[in-house]
């Protein structure tokens, strides 16, 4: 009566084994990954010609909410597919001086390391070509495009990336194969123009330094959303300014058609 007990004993012992193997785990953060950010890769395959957006509404908003939904879901399947992934700890902030010092100083270092990245590639001839245009004008739309960027993006991004993929990786590599893994595939993940790979690599390995260092997630996600507030804020500035040059060349044209 013993003995099938024994060998299902055995049996879900060669179970967790298996999903602790480092190939395993790395095999379904990969999927994880990749079917998180499949609706922003479609995206930029069906609805982005000549980089120009055929559907703004699709593009810049539906399917990056779908992203992040499926960001926010994936997690919690892995983790009952493999045990490897179960119980990753989120450690919100530290209630000490040095952690509200270090708050504020990083999202200056991060400004800072992208301008020198920025300028290190002027140096070696390389520019960052403009990304995907947004060609509507509805205040709505901006408001929740930049509700979107600036918010909801930050928070789910840092949850996943740094919360959960860094966190499983270090488990199983190590930390420093797991910071430098978790910073390429945010950067890979990012469909950015021509150069932006390096600037988006940078801060995801000043982020993951923060992580491995500091543990805590709210510093690393308030420096992120004040990164793409300033990107929002000088998103709208161009439009303003598109806006007032189209004025100008609607203007100059109903001249031009009342002079004929």
Known sequence: MREPILDNQINQGQTNHLGRTPAYTLAVLIVVTFISYLPLLVGNIVWVDMGISQNDLLFF??????????????????????????????????????????????????IISAAVIRLLMKQLGMHITGGT??????????????????????????????????????????????????AIAFAAVHIRPTGGFFGV??????????????????????????????????FLHNRAELAEVKMKIDYV??????AE
Not at 79 to 93: A, C, E, K, N, Y
Not at 148 to 171: C, H, K, N, S
Request: contains cysteine.
């Open 133 to 182: 245009l947004l060609l509507t004008t509805n205040t709505t739309f901006l408001v929740v495009y930049s509700f979107r960027m600036a918010l909801v993006g930050p928070v789910v991004e840092e949850i996943f990336w740094r919360g959960f993929i860094q966190d499983r990786l270090e488990t199983v590599f190590g930390p420093w194969i797991a910071l430098f893994t978790q």
């Open 201 to 234: 690599f940078a801060i995801g390995l000043i982020f993951g330094l923060w992580r491995r260092k500091r543990k805590t997630l709210l510093p690393i996600i308030f420096a992120h959303i004040i990164i793409n507030s300033l990107y929002c804020v000088q």
């Open 253 to 258: 044209h109903v001249i031009l058609v009342y």
């Open 61 to 110: 908003l539906v399917l990056p909410f779908l992203s992040y939904f499926i960001m926010s879901v994936c997690p919690i399947i892995a983790m009952r597919i493999s045990p490897q992934l179960v119980g990753f700890d989120i450690i919100w902030f530290r209630k000490k001086r040095s952690e509200i010092v270090w708050s504020f100083l990083l999202p200056l270092i991060v």
